[in-house]
């Protein structure tokens, strides 16, 4: 049992280039997250996917886009890296019921650490 | 949306003392708050979370606090060592979903001193 992996662990881009952040989860959850951290602001939400086959704008979502590829895996993608957009990224994925109202642990990834040069 | 403040950035404890962090929260309709603590390097994890019909939740050296008319909660971590030196984060989840969308404070960074 894994639990949430990411791929890659670290990666340095070029302004404009393109790439895919993968992230993948064990544990038969149904809500995923991905999420960048940068200093002194927390962790941001870009988006979120309630449940296989659908997806959300987060808080600072423009630049990203995501792929609910199945129940497993979410995907990041960014389409024209720009120097702000350096940070780290998070995948975190959790459980979800209807008892639950919105609670419980979200499970987080090991996170990759992205430059844009 | 949700607005979640914490306090302070930063803390500094001796070991042995009592580490207290505060956050506020914007949006009355908010009914989970956990806490989680992210070592140099490694992944946010879970220590403690409350729900608001509950106003305090213990686990050993740690505990939170819910103030509901407020809108603040806090963690208490009684008798640091230094292994709890980490950043913190707090969070809040606004109710009626169950996708649970959280919206994290800033972060603190604790430092417990030998």
């Known amino acids: 049992n894994a639990g949430v992996t990411q791929t890659p662990k670290f990666q340095v881009l070029k302004t404009g280039q393109s790439m895919t952040l993968q992230c993948a989860q064990d544990m038969n959850h149904n809500s995923m997250y991905w999420y960048r951290q940068d200093p002194g602001m927390g962790l941001r939400l870009i988006y979120y996917?309630?449940?296989?086959?659908?997806?959300d704008k987060g808080e600072v979502p423009n630049g990203y886009n995501v792929s609910r590829l199945n129940k497993r895996e979410f995907s990041l993608r960014l389409e024209s890296a720009a120097p702000s957009q350096t940070s780290v990224y998070f995948c975190?994925?959790?459980?979800?019921?209807?008892?639950?109202?919105?609670?419980?642990?979200?499970?987080f990834g090991p996170g990759t650490r992205l430059t844009v040069l | 949306g949700e607005n979640v403040e914490q306090h302070p950035s930063t803390l500094s404890v001796q070991e042995g003392d009592s580490a207290v962090i505060k956050c506020t929260y914007s949006d009355s309709a908010s009914n989970y708050f956990p806490w989680y603590k992210q070592e140099l390097g490694k992944r946010p994890q879970l220590i403690i979370d409350?729900?608001?019909?509950?106003g305090e939740k213990k686990d050993q050296r740690i505990a939170v606090t819910l103030n509901k008319t407020a809108k603040h909660f806090s963690l208490h971590i009684t008798e640091t060592q230094p292994e709890d030196s980490a950043v913190y984060f707090c969070a809040a989840s606004i109710r009626g979903t169950s996708y649970g969308k959280l919206t994290f404070g800033q972060g603190t960074i604790l430092t417990v001193h030998p």
């Open positions: 996917s309630a449940s296989e086959g659908t997806t």
């Open positions: 409350i729900r608001s019909n509950v």
């Open positions: 975190a994925s959790k459980a979800t019921g209807r008892s639950s109202g919105g609670g419980g642990e979200q499970f």
